[in-house]
């Protein structure tokens, strides 16, 4: 058979560059603070950068609403630094790759800004245009031609006064949907790929890509959803994640950009929603769509009705979800593996134990845990040196427009705005954004300006430099699995079978290949449990790695982690 792909051994780690380095003083990471940083990615050991958008952009959504796919904002810095980044890069043997952000554009974008031009524009049919529901006046409520709901709140639809016609954005209103029955839009996305690829890039993690494909009628028309619980617009999500046409246009994509380069490149496409059986579909090799996906499963598991209803997670079903995924990916596919990115809370805070007593064992047990999974690890600036939530005190320490917005309609609608900001404190994505903690100096060593959000107080304790330092470090740890994987075939190519489904703490699997087997036994909780009755073999195995000093080998202490090779 075919050699495996390089990304089988590869671990990722994000950058967010508002928040990694601010080389300028001006209180926004840019991308000569990513250059200065490049021996801490270096001496992690990492394989490869994913870069979150630096393009021109208004900012609506952090870089995620684009006005221009082939240059770079002046706030992070210009082209000449980003080829320097490139070729930093390549010298130290690692790969970046680029957000791809094509599902949608900014508003300020010069296609936007032409289809919006007349209902004539050559380029209106570029984005979703719609008339107000058939006889109700454009403006009215209720006028929108779908009920969806917005991922930032309020109606999907925008109405244009001058043309009197909606256009429909997922997201902010200032991120208008592209419109991929169209073929223009879609060779225009290609050329843009080909453009990045020519420039030295190795592939693209390409935001809300399953979104692409909506499920509209030869005559144009769109659906209404379920109505959702307590909103005024309901669930449009059946009409737009993993569409009609989602594989056709992932294939063709492939076949305009990436034939011939595929052992080079990584491509993985961010995909809520998508289902272990859509996950095997997108991220089959022999069907050329893209190496692997974002699922978001695991981190729906502590949601409610919407993401800031919070239940209380319960360890048996993360076991459950990953366990699913790992099988259900072991034939054909792959899986990436993540707990943390720039739209999710803190793992430690989340999954783990933030308090002083379990802080670090727990971010080294969670970072075991997923790093031994058989799937492309992705580490989330910061997420290696155990950083935590944030400790917001009021709705003006946010900045994120999901959270703002949740707000404002929260409240509106007649929430309690004390339980409201309780949800933002636990779930906003603001807690993944607050500036890497460098150091203990005044602003973490992030900036000598004022930070656009401030930094959290606890770096004066939990930073890189202090963790340098200290061999028994979140940062450290990190650097040890990431090393095994490079080392060791069975960590990346291993086949996975999970062990003690039913316990509630207790995270057992195994790894084996050509037969070198691991046993890999996370407590996930903050009482001890007692191996000789659950796993008698893992008592007198090799420990092969642990995130704890030597203790005794029958008892898992709190949040333990050990990697076994058993005899
Ligand atoms: O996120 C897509 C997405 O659906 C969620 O992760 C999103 O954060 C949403 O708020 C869930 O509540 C991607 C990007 O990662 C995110 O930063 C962007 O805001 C979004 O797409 C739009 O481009």
Request: charged share 25%.
């Amino acid at each position: 058979p075919d050699q495996p792909a390089w990304w089988t051994r590869a671990v990722v780690y994000q950058v967010y560059p508002r928040s990694f380095m601010d080389s300028d003083g001006d209180g926004i990471g840019d991308l000569g603070g990513l250059l200065q940083r490049l021996d801490h990615l270096e001496d992690l050991g990492v394989d490869v950068v994913w870069l979150s958008p630096i393009y021109p952009s208004p900012q609506a959504d952090n870089g995620y609403d684009i006005s221009d796919y082939q240059d770079v904002d002046p706030l992070f810095g210009d082209l000449t630094q980003l080829d320097q980044l490139i070729a930093a890069l390549h010298e130290r043997g690692m790969k970046l790759v680029m957000d791809l952000v094509v599902n949608h554009t900014s508003d300020a974008h010069p296609w936007f800004l032409e289809s919006r031009a007349s209902r004539t524009s050559p380029k209106r049919d570029w984005y979703w245009w719609r008339p107000p529901r058939p006889g109700m006046a454009a403006g009215t409520p209720g006028a929108e031609p779908t009920n969806w709901h917005s991922f930032f709140s309020g109606s999907t639809w925008e109405l244009d006064e001058a043309s009197g016609e909606y256009y429909l954005h997922l997201f902010d209103r200032r991120q208008p949907d592209l419109n991929w029955e169209n073929p223009e839009v879609r060779q225009a996305v290609y050329a843009m790929m080909r453009w990045w690829l020519d420039r030295g890039v190795d592939g693209f993690r390409m935001d809300v890509i399953n979104m692409i494909s909506k499920d509209v009628t030869p005559d144009g028309e769109l659906h209404d959803g379920p109505p959702l619980p307590g909103l005024a617009y309901g669930d449009g999500s059946a009409s737009y994640l993993c569409g009609p046409r989602i594989h056709e246009f992932l294939q063709e994509m492939h076949a305009a950009v990436v034939a011939g380069h595929e052992s080079t490149l990584l491509l993985v496409g961010e995909m809520p929603g998508v289902t272990v059986e859509q996950a095997r579909l997108f991220t089959d090799p022999a069907r050329r769509e893209v190496d692997m996906v974002f699922q978001f499963e695991h981190v729906g598991l502590d949601h409610g009705v919407s993401k800031w209803d919070h239940r209380p997670l319960r360890m048996r079903d993360l076991k459950a979800s990953f366990g699913r995924w790992q099988a259900g990916l072991a034939e054909a596919g792959w899986n990436s593996l993540y707990w943390d990115n720039h739209d999710q809370p803190r793992a430690v805070s989340r999954f783990g134990d933030d308090s002083p007593r379990y802080r670090r064992d727990s971010a080294t047990c969670l970072a075991t845990l997923l790093h031994l999974h058989r799937g492309t690890p992705y580490v989330y600036q910061g997420e290696e040196l155990g950083m935590a939530n944030a400790p917001f005190d009021s709705l003006d320490d946010f900045r994120d427009i999901e959270s703002l917005n949740h707000y404002a309609q929260a409240v509106a609608a007649g929430e309690d705005p004390a339980q409201v900001l309780a949800a933002l404190r636990r779930t906003s994505r603001d807690n993944a954004r607050t500036p890497v903690q460098w150091d203990a100096s005044e602003h973490a060593g992030f900036t000598t300006g004022k930070p656009w959000l401030a930094v959290n107080p606890d770096h004066v304790r939990w930073n890189a430099a202090a963790q340098r330092r200290d061999p028994r470090s979140v940062l450290a740890h990190h650097k040890r699995l990431i090393a095994l994987r490079h080392e060791n075939p069975v960590v990346a190519l291993g086949d996975f079978t999970m062990l003690l489904p039913d316990h509630d703490d207790v995270y057992a699997f195994t790894r084996s290949l050509d037969g070198e087997t691991l046993l890999v036994v996370c407590n996930l909780g903050g009482h001890e449990h007692r191996l000789a009755g659950l796993l008698p073999e893992a008592v007198g195995a090799e420990l092969v790695l642990g995130n704890l000093p030597d203790g005794p080998p029958a008892v898992l202490r709190p949040w333990e982690a050990r990697v076994l090779r058993p005899t």
